[in-house]
């Protein structure tokens, strides 16, 4: 008799146990993002470079590497005509300025700076909207031409400035 009420017990506990876990909805992901199963497609404009000094592909770079980690990183479908979370603004900084100086009054490091406006609308879930500027730099050495070296270091810039529009839009902290 003992066995059977045993065995009834760890039934209906194994039952409610089911129930419980399928009825809840448990959401997770290894990379932190966080996006709405509402939000399935998202739109990035081109961002013009409207700084004091203009770099040429720096326009192009930027806004095809924001595409690039939207589509790596999630599951969303590019839409050409706004989509659910849509991406705007423009290139409001590029600069370059010395940061060291040596005891004969020179540079010895310069700083590559540049800015980005950005515009993030969610049309799903508006109050996450914003508006709002990241800026990044690197140095390099002041005995190198920019020229010889800019390339590399707008990459550099480029990678940080995505990754911190992404995390601002898709990564709840």
């Not at 003992?2 to 990379?31: D, Q």
């Not at 000094?53 to 690039?68: K, P, R």
Request: hydrophobic share 40%.
């Amino acid at each position: 008799m003992r066995k059977n009420a045993l065995y009834i017990r760890l039934t209906a506990v194994f039952f409610t146990l089911l129930v419980v876990l399928t009825g809840c909805k448990v959401s997770y992901s290894f990379s932190g993002v966080n996006i709405s199963p509402e939000v399935l497609t998202y739109s990035v404009q081109y961002f013009p470079n409207r700084a004091p000094l203009v770099q040429a592909q720096l326009s192009q770079v930027f806004t095809d590497a924001l595409m690039d980690k939207i589509q790596g990183n999630t599951s969303l479908d590019l839409s050409n005509d706004g989509g659910d979370v849509h991406f705007t603004g423009e290139i409001t900084g590029y600069e370059t300025r010395p940061t060291a100086i040596t005891g004969a009054e020179t540079a010895a490091r310069n700083r590559l700076t540049i800015t980005v406006r950005v515009k993030y609308t969610n049309v799903v879930e508006p109050e996450l909207d914003y508006d709002s500027s990241f800026s990044r730099y690197e140095n390099y050495d002041a005995s190198q031409n920019l020229v010889d070296v800019e390339d590399a270091l707008i990459e550099l810039i480029v990678e940080n400035l995505v990754e911190d529009i992404f995390n601002k839009a898709f990564i709840s902290w």
